[in-house]
């Protein structure tokens, strides 16, 4: 019984220290990385990475902020280390296989080459670290696990990092859709 409520208070404790910290490692943390969503991952994994530290509850408060704040930062660079590894490769060279279709007409081919641009460029708005996991996974065919151990994330921080972003291209590109619909039906 007495192991149960030390977790509890453990938890509890936790739960306060997120609240009061945080809103500020989020602040410094979204300064320092290209995307919101790359900044609450790292969040995210300040603080898994407080849950499984085993000396993090022996700590004193301050040395839980500090720590806290230097895993926070130790996540920011190793951010900036694997967005120097990322090897983007130019979408036509992804997919030349599937663009050349010479039996297609030349208007279908300039269709499917204006398709693939607007697609290339929604991609290159995305974070480094989402357009990595995409070509992991669209490309080289990748599970989430597998991408997990190549990033160097958990496997929930992959599948939702996946998962927002596909939702982010859709959204953009239906968006981009619309706008375009909107400009050729008052041209005319």
Not at 77 to 94: A, F, K, N
Request: aromatic share 6%; glycine share 2%.
């Amino acid at each position: 019984m007495n192991e149960q409520r030390s977790v509890a208070l453990d938890s509890a404790h936790l739960a306060h220290l997120y609240q009061q910290s945080a809103p500020k490692i989020l602040d410094y943390v979204y300064r320092q990385v290209p995307s919101f969503q790359d900044a609450e991952d790292i969040l995210i994994d300040v603080f898994v990475a407080a849950l499984e530290s085993e000396s993090f509850a022996s700590l004193t408060a301050q040395e839980q902020q500090a720590w806290l704040w230097r895993v926070a930062r130790n996540k920011v660079i190793d951010t900036y280390r694997r967005m120097q590894r990322v090897h983007r490769l130019p979408l036509e060279q992804i997919d030349v296989d599937l663009v050349e279709d010479t039996s297609a007409p030349p208007e279908q081919m300039s269709i499917h080459q204006e398709e693939d641009d607007d697609l290339a460029l929604l991609i290159e708005r995305l974070s480094p670290l989402q357009q990595q996991v995409l070509y992991l996974r669209f490309s080289e065919n990748l599970r989430c696990a597998q991408i997990a151990v190549r990033v160097g994330k958990p496997e929930g921080s992959i599948r939702s990092l996946l998962s927002r972003a596909l939702k982010l291209l859709r959204r953009n590109y239906h968006e981009q859709e619309r706008k375009g619909d909107n400009h050729h039906g008052s041209a005319r």
